[in-house]
């Protein structure tokens, strides 16, 4: 079965520290999509990262990066020098290709960060 | 295009009412998805919609919940007979099809209250 776990239910930091988002996926397929949403208090979704199964080249955006290692079926998320406005609940979400692309997402149970000031 | 557009924000209803909720998505998006998500949880799927054509419902989707999407631009989820454990909040969502592994655009969702 396909799955996503995200462990950390809450973590609070103090501006300006650095902070990493766990997920771990599970699926028997070898072509799959891993992204990460943002659930800011206003209820929408915000599209962060996409990454698919073969490309497991870390990426950074900014004072986001993300690093996938297929070994430990890991996709995690750092945000360096966190800021107030990065609290939200963060999702890390799961799609298959195989069977066909039906864009549908599996998520995680989500991890709320509150970054103080 | 202002993005994927949900009415109402809040909808408080008396057990056993019914309801309907409305999604547009972005005008060039041919897919539509419908999610539940429930405090503390991820947003699980509930059906999506390929131009007029709904492709999947999920298990979640019981007899009392239907949705449509007549002539594949805005859609309509509606429940029946309102349970208690309908409250959540309902997200909508659109890509396009070519699109779809690059991430929706998501709406900012219907918050349900069954009292």
């Known amino acids: ?117 | 295009d202002t993005g994927v557009s949900q009415n109402p924000r809040h909808k408080i209803t008396k057990r056993g009412q019914n309801v309907t909720f409305r999604c547009d998505p972005i005008s060039e998006h041919n897919r539509l998805y419908w999610y539940r998500q429930t405090l503390g949880q991820g947003p699980e799927f509930l059906t999506y919609f390929q131009n007029e054509a709904q492709l999947e419902k999920s298990r979640l989707l019981s007899d009392r919940f239907s949705a449509e999407r007549p002539k594949g631009s805005f859609s309509t989820l509606e429940i029946q007979r309102t349970e208690q454990g309908d409250s959540a909040m309902y997200l909508c969502a659109s890509s396009d099809r070519d699109r779809v592994d690059y991430g929706y655009t998501f709406g900012s969702g219907t918050r349900l209250t069954v009292v």
């Open chain 1, 1 to 117: 079965a396909q799955k996503v776990t995200q462990a950390q239910t809450e973590i609070s930091v103090v501006e300006k520290e650095d902070v990493t988002l766990d997920c771990v996926y599970e699926t028997r397929d070898t072509t799959y999509y891993l992204f990460w949403y943002k659930q800011p208090p206003s209820g929408e979704l915000v599209f962060l990262i996409r990454r698919n199964s073969f490309d497991e080249q870390n990426e950074i955006s900014g004072r986001y990066s993300w690093n996938f290692q297929k070994s430990t079926s890991s996709f995690n998320f750092t945000i360096t020098a966190s800021q107030v406005v990065d609290s939200a609940v963060y999702f890390c979400a799961l799609s298959e290709v195989v069977g066909g692309n039906t864009g549908k997402l599996i998520f995680g149970q989500g991890t709320t960060l509150q970054v103080k000031p």
